[in-house]
């Protein structure tokens, strides 16, 4: 996917580096999840441990997150995801030296952290520097070649294995390629000056639907990647064919993000989240439906994956068109928060709902996503009033 999208030369280099980062730095993340849940388990931890394993790493996103803007104007952009691809690939390499359940939790943690910090910073960087009516294009490229490596990095263990040192020696080295994309984009990158004292979640408090979007994103998203293999096996599918369930979800955010990115910079962002949170909805309680019909059940789940990414994509969109400089990262900051007491809190009580029926996942899946539809539609902008 090119990334000529009508901007200046200098803006398209600045967005080319950042964006290839933040695809290699997907790589790794989609390599790190499931490696590190299948030594545990190897290990003989139970589900429930590997689960508050898993946790740990988002409460490290939601500990970095408020310290983030901080650091973006006291180091920059370039220069702070540098020193945290740098503390990144430490990470990794420790993993190989200390082992067992509790230095890994604490590891975890400190990925976390350094993972939220990145993630901020890309999407504070990709939002100063595209022009307006280019955003939201720009922003579902971003999110399409981030979706593309995290589906690549599963594929690697495949290579690696998940025994011994090998898989985490890859990740670390993984971490280290971005680093010289980041030495030359250094007078390219974004400065964050500090201009506002404005509370973050004040200025939450002014794209509403956006914020509540971010949160069930990382309820979601969390929940369906830790899930929805439990649920296919649940379903007497094969292990094969559960973890094509995963894969499937991926795909439909890798397909959606750009067009969804387009519509994003043309139509109203409340009304396009409503309809990506009505359509998503109506895709998981088809599963119920579907499950004998493999045709119709993937292609529910793929549909379910790429309006589930809309939930990010769109608010990406909405918080550069409302904010800029340290007030982006502050919201951007506020966003990573939200997103992480969701992803915490979502596998959990998802995982109850299975517990009545294996269903029972999607359709808890739906609750939470028809009430955004209803809190979208309050917050429609109303038609003005004839004379």
């Given at each position: 996917m090119r990334l000529n999208i009508g901007v200046p030369s200098t803006t398209v280099r600045s967005l080319a580096a950042v964006i290839s980062v933040i695809m290699i730095f997907g790589i790794t993340l989609g390599l790190t999840i499931p490696l590190i849940a299948i030594v545990l388990?190897?290990?003989?931890?139970?589900?429930?441990a590997i689960g508050l394993h898993a946790s740990v790493q988002f409460l490290g996103i939601m500990l970095a997150s408020p310290i983030t803007p901080r650091l973006l104007v006291a180091v920059g952009a370039s220069r702070l995801m540098i020193l945290s691809m740098i503390a990144m690939a430490l990470i990794f390499f420790t993993f190989t030296v200390f082992t067992g359940f509790m230095p890994w939790l604490l590891l975890r943690l400190l990925l976390g952290g350094v993972e939220g910090i990145i993630f901020i910073s890309a999407e504070t960087w990709i939002n100063q520097v595209v022009?307006?009516?280019?955003?939201?294009?720009?922003?579902?490229?971003y999110g399409t070649l981030l979706a593309v490596g995290v589906a690549t990095g599963p594929l690697l263990l495949e290579l690696t294995g998940v025994e011994g040192a090998v898989p985490f020696l890859t990740g670390g080295v993984l971490t280290i390629i971005p680093l010289v994309i980041l030495l030359f984009a250094l007078n390219i990158a974004p400065h964050v000056r500090k201009s506002s004292r404005r509370s973050p979640w004040k200025m939450a408090k002014t794209v509403p639907v956006a914020v509540a979007s971010v949160m069930l994103f990382g309820f979601l998203d969390a929940a369906a990647f830790g899930l929805l293999p439990i649920y296919g096996l649940s379903l007497d599918f094969s292990p094969l064919a559960s973890a094509r369930l995963v894969t499937c979800l991926i795909l439909g955010g890798v397909v959606f993000q750009y067009p969804l990115g387009w519509l994003a910079d043309h139509t109203d962002?409340?009304?396009?989240?409503?309809?990506?949170?009505?359509?998503?909805?109506?895709?998981?309680?088809?599963?119920?439906?579907?499950?004998d019909l493999a045709v119709l059940f993937y292609g529910s789940i793929f549909i379910t994956g790429g309006m589930i990414g809309g939930f990010w994509i769109i608010p990406l969109v909405v918080f550069g068109e409302n904010f800029k400089g340290y007030e982006l990262a502050s919201i951007n900051s506020t966003a990573a928060i939200l997103y992480g007491m969701g992803s915490v809190v979502g596998p959990s009580l998802l995982g109850f709902a299975m517990i009545v029926s294996p269903h029972g996942l999607m359709v808890a899946m739906a609750g939470?996503?028809?009430?955004?539809v209803f809190f979208g539609i309050t917050q429609l902008p109303r038609p003005p009033r004839s004379a």
């Amino acid at each position: 996917m090119r990334l000529n999208i009508g901007v200046p030369s200098t803006t398209v280099r600045s967005l080319a580096a950042v964006i290839s980062v933040i695809m290699i730095f997907g790589i790794t993340l989609g390599l790190t999840i499931p490696l590190i849940a299948i030594v545990l388990d190897s290990q003989g931890h139970s589900s429930g441990a590997i689960g508050l394993h898993a946790s740990v790493q988002f409460l490290g996103i939601m500990l970095a997150s408020p310290i983030t803007p901080r650091l973006l104007v006291a180091v920059g952009a370039s220069r702070l995801m540098i020193l945290s691809m740098i503390a990144m690939a430490l990470i990794f390499f420790t993993f190989t030296v200390f082992t067992g359940f509790m230095p890994w939790l604490l590891l975890r943690l400190l990925l976390g952290g350094v993972e939220g910090i990145i993630f901020i910073s890309a999407e504070t960087w990709i939002n100063q520097v595209v022009p307006t009516a280019r955003r939201g294009r720009a922003i579902g490229i971003y999110g399409t070649l981030l979706a593309v490596g995290v589906a690549t990095g599963p594929l690697l263990l495949e290579l690696t294995g998940v025994e011994g040192a090998v898989p985490f020696l890859t990740g670390g080295v993984l971490t280290i390629i971005p680093l010289v994309i980041l030495l030359f984009a250094l007078n390219i990158a974004p400065h964050v000056r500090k201009s506002s004292r404005r509370s973050p979640w004040k200025m939450a408090k002014t794209v509403p639907v956006a914020v509540a979007s971010v949160m069930l994103f990382g309820f979601l998203d969390a929940a369906a990647f830790g899930l929805l293999p439990i649920y296919g096996l649940s379903l007497d599918f094969s292990p094969l064919a559960s973890a094509r369930l995963v894969t499937c979800l991926i795909l439909g955010g890798v397909v959606f993000q750009y067009p969804l990115g387009w519509l994003a910079d043309h139509t109203d962002y409340r009304r396009l989240l409503v309809t990506c949170a009505a359509i998503a909805a109506t895709a998981m309680l088809t599963t119920p439906l579907t499950s004998d019909l493999a045709v119709l059940f993937y292609g529910s789940i793929f549909i379910t994956g790429g309006m589930i990414g809309g939930f990010w994509i769109i608010p990406l969109v909405v918080f550069g068109e409302n904010f800029k400089g340290y007030e982006l990262a502050s919201i951007n900051s506020t966003a990573a928060i939200l997103y992480g007491m969701g992803s915490v809190v979502g596998p959990s009580l998802l995982g109850f709902a299975m517990i009545v029926s294996p269903h029972g996942l999607m359709v808890a899946m739906a609750g939470p996503t028809i009430v955004l539809v209803f809190f979208g539609i309050t917050q429609l902008p109303r038609p003005p009033r004839s004379a």
